[in-house]
């Protein structure tokens, strides 16, 4: 009788004594995420090292605020209203010649969805405009394909979609819309992948 | 009379009849039914006359009084020596786990200074360990990944892969349409434009379990997880057995059949202890999350090169992050869920 008692108090006391070597034990990992996140909210201010606050644009209309880099400095032509100081018609009209993007074709959506005018205005060439004739700065032009493209530029701003080139620590600095896809042309083509695996390793028999 | 019967009910214990009728003093008479030794009794009990074993042992010495003599001989050249005193330090460090900050340092400046004496160049190792507040997560968008591999191949250059045997971390897998996330019909070495009708991509490597399977089966603990969540392995400390090779359920770690040998003006010098630093024949590698990278506040090479941005990666502890984002909005899954390894490598769609 003794003896049992013993055993099952040895038992007892081994269960409750006996801890493994990590003393954190969550049942999954979103248990444990929930439990060490940083309650503090992050300090807002801008910190990178790769880009300098001049040179980025901040998408306010997010929470938290993200940056994405200056537009109209990229863009050779700006400011449009350098050439287009008169109607596209009348510039048509007068055989200036091949000039600057005279080429330009548009291969977006099909021509009862898109043309020209759908985000350009004839006498505002410097902005863009939306389907109710407000303007959109050059810089912010993701609020254009916003108009058709809600979702993606939601997962945008959220984070899932486009490219990240700032790190994981530092205030995120996404691209934008233009740096990826054409707007004029948005489809990617198809291409070879960057590598040619010769080799059928062991590992993956 | 000693017939060999063989009964079909005897056990096989290993006893095997033993001939000891090379020595002159023992009798040659009785055979003796010696057990197979095992282990230590392997190396010193063994039976041996005199002469051998006065054979052997000067064998031994000979050895190693070579290897003193090369580090303490007056002859042989300062490089030399600085070498092999390297070496003879670098055998009989211990595990990197319980180095202090002290004993880390010296290791790493150990490596940096035989790789310089070996090869002329400097490279910089780091032994950082790890942020507090950080535990590292990761995403895959399967709808953006069009299979252009480039991720793996800023892998293979970040993290100073072997040319030779094509060691990649990451699998890009095409798979067909309408199959799921089928991996025995899947093919990871196509080359043929993508992305190709019929089929959609994405990727495997080391997804950082926070219950590791390989963790627990390694016999020396030369596999452990990190404070932030990357699992690491120390490949001075690997024997090379292959366990956790056999534990992963998700073909995450590989091993150097050979030893890896990478063109010298591609080898990367921005190196961690437990990352990209150079392997050696006979011990695991894998996916370390760039260790190198992420904890300078970098993106894995992986993610940084993915032309499509299908590849996220953020701290999990910061509520503001985009991987925190993902998950928090978007369908994610992880795979062999039912395991229980909990993997930190969410898969999602657009």
Redesign the interface.
Known sequence: MMNLKLSILLILAITLFSCKENHEEYHNIIDKIEANSMAYKKDSTFSNNQFEISELTTVIDNDPHFYIKNRKSEIESYACSECHNKPVSQLQSEDLGKKAHWDIKLIHADDKTMSCLSCHKDNDMDNLHSITGGKIDFNLSYQLCAQCHNKEVKDWKGGAHGKNISGWQTSRVSKLCVECHNPHNPSFEKRWPARYNTQMVEQRK | MNKEIKKWFSLNLGNKKQNNCGCSDSKCGDQAMVKNKDGVAQVFDVNMDRRQAFKKLTAGLMIGAGAVSTSCSVVSGEKSKEKSEIEWEEYFKGNYKLMTDEEKNNTVDRLVRSYELRTGSKINISSKDAEK?V?FGY?F?IS?C?????C??ACVEENNQDRA????YI??HEMNDGKGLNFGEAD????????AAGHFYMGTQCFHC?NPPCVEVCPVQATWKEKDGIVVIDYDWCIGCRYC?AACPY?GR??N?STPEIPEQEVNKNQHYLGNRLRKKGVMEKCTFCIQR?RA???PAC?EA??T?SR????????????R??LE??KVFRLKEDLGT?P?FWY?M?
């Open positions: 507040d535990l995403a968008n953006k069009q299979g252009y591999m480039d793996v191949n045997s094509q060691m990649q699998r890009i990871d070495t196509y080359y043929h434009e993508v992305p926070d090779m073909d590989r091993f059949w992420s506040g970098d993106n993610v993915c032309p941005g996220i990666f953020g701290n999990l502890l910061d509520p503001e992050s985009e991987i984002w993902v909005n978007k909990e930190k999602f657009d």
